[in-house]
């Protein structure tokens, strides 16, 4: 009753609204009702993996149906598009690769808005220009549904994923954030409220271009204590526990043979792939235009990994960046 009060006082407050938060906040106390899922690639899979795992009933569909297989064999059902999701569900996550993909699954001919039903919970996880979110969220809350951006972090090991250790950065309605955390606690360790819908977005772009940034800059410094005549595993032992330290020289060294488990022990297979980090860093360098802030390491960044992407390292991770710059020394 609480949770109707509360959002009746929302409807009376802002007229121009549709969306009855009433209807989402008492679904967030429905416990195991059906979860849709969109987008089953390398984070998707696990993500949708993991609701399974915690009792919830998965509706899932992703433009390539072998990428169902798994969840399938798990308990999913599998339906041939998102508008057949948001027929069987009443929160929905998409998990996609880019802008143009999450435009399609809610608004395209089969998009979740065909069948959305009155109330329901959107949850974004993709990484997309903070202005498509707020694009779906005024379509969705025309339809009288809610929708939030949830992109993900800590999924730089693809084991995070797997293992339930994600961080979401949450924009939305904050009224409906106890909702949606409901379901991203089974997915991720940390679920972090950001502010209004695009927050978790722009959340999302700094820190990874702060990434990209850290990555190049330990890349550069190890190539040149190596070339100075340094052992790799002493200047890296040296710098983590200096100043210099940082995310990529102390958990995802670039070097070979510094660090076990990380890509750069693998011919730099796995991981986060140098064309993601070229898109986020593209988103961040569109958000960067339309809000006039400078941010001239971000742009030799994003240069730099455009141009790791032409010459091959597209499906590398983005640490090889380090491998990169040594092959550019000997041209």
């Known amino acids: 009753m609480a949770a109707v009060l509360r959002g009746s006082r929302l409807l009376?407050?802002?007229?121009?609204?549709h969306v009855d938060f009433a209807f989402v906040s008492e679904r967030s106390m429905a416990s195991k009702t059906p979860v849709g899922f969109i987008?089953?690639?390398?984070?998707?899979?696990?993500?949708?993996?993991?609701?399974?795992?915690h009792g919830y009933p998965v509706v899932a569909t992703d433009v390539f149906p072998e990428s169902c297989k798994e969840v399938q064999e798990l308990g999913a059902q599998i339906v041939d598009n998102p508008a057949e999701v948001a027929d069987k569900a009443d929160r929905i996550i998409t998990m996609l690769p880019s802008s143009p993909n999450v435009i399609d699954a809610y608004t395209g001919p089969n998009g979740i808005?065909?069948?959305?039903?009155?109330?329901?919970?959107?949850?974004?996880?993709?990484?997309?220009d903070p202005s498509v979110s707020k694009e779906m969220a005024a379509a969705a809350e025309k339809m009288g549904a809610?929708?939030?951006d949830a992109p993900v972090s800590g999924g730089k090991y693809i084991g995070a994923a797997s293992l339930g250790k994600l961080?979401?950065?949450?924009?939305?309605?904050?009224?409906?954030?106890?909702?949606?955390?409901e379901l991203l606690t089974c997915m991720g360790a940390n679920v972090v409220y950001c502010g209004q819908v695009g927050t978790g977005q722009a959340a999302k772009i700094?820190?990874?271009?702060?990434?990209?940034?850290?990555?190049?800059?330990?890349?550069?410094?190890?190539?040149?204590?190596i070339r100075l005549g340094l052992d790799p595993k002493l200047l890296a032992k040296i710098l983590n526990m200096s100043s210099g330290r940082c995310w990529s020289s102390d958990t995802y060294n670039p070097v070979p043979?510094?660090?076990?488990?990380?890509?750069?022990?693998?011919?730099?297979?796995?991981?986060?792939?140098?064309?993601?980090?070229?898109?986020?860093?593209?988103?961040?360098?569109?958000?960067?235009?339309?809000?006039?802030?400078?941010?001239?390491?971000?742009?030799?960044?994003?240069?730099?990994?455009?141009?790791?992407?032409?010459?091959g390292y597209a499906n590398k991770d983005f640490s090889s960046v380090f491998q990169f710059l040594r092959e550019e020394e000997g041209q």
């Open 39 to 53: 987008g089953l690639g390398n984070m998707g899979n696990p993500m949708a993996k993991n609701l399974l795992n």
């Open 12 to 17: 009376v407050g802002r007229f121009c609204k």
């Open 113 to 128: 808005l065909k069948k959305i039903k009155k109330g329901s919970l959107l949850i974004d996880s993709s990484t997309i």
């Open 146 to 148: 809610v929708f939030m």
């Open 257 to 311: 043979g510094v660090m076990e488990g990380v890509p750069s022990g693998n011919n730099y297979q796995g991981g986060f792939g140098t064309q993601l980090m070229a898109k986020d860093l593209g988103l961040a360098q569109n958000t960067a235009t339309n809000t006039k802030t400078p941010v001239p390491l971000g742009s030799l960044a994003h240069q730099m990994y455009r141009m790791m992407c032409a010459r």
């Open 167 to 181: 961080t979401f950065m949450v924009g939305g309605a904050e009224e409906e954030f106890t909702a949606a955390k």
């Open 206 to 225: 700094c820190n990874n271009m702060l990434l990209a940034i850290g990555m190049i800059g330990t890349s550069e410094t190890m190539n040149l204590g």
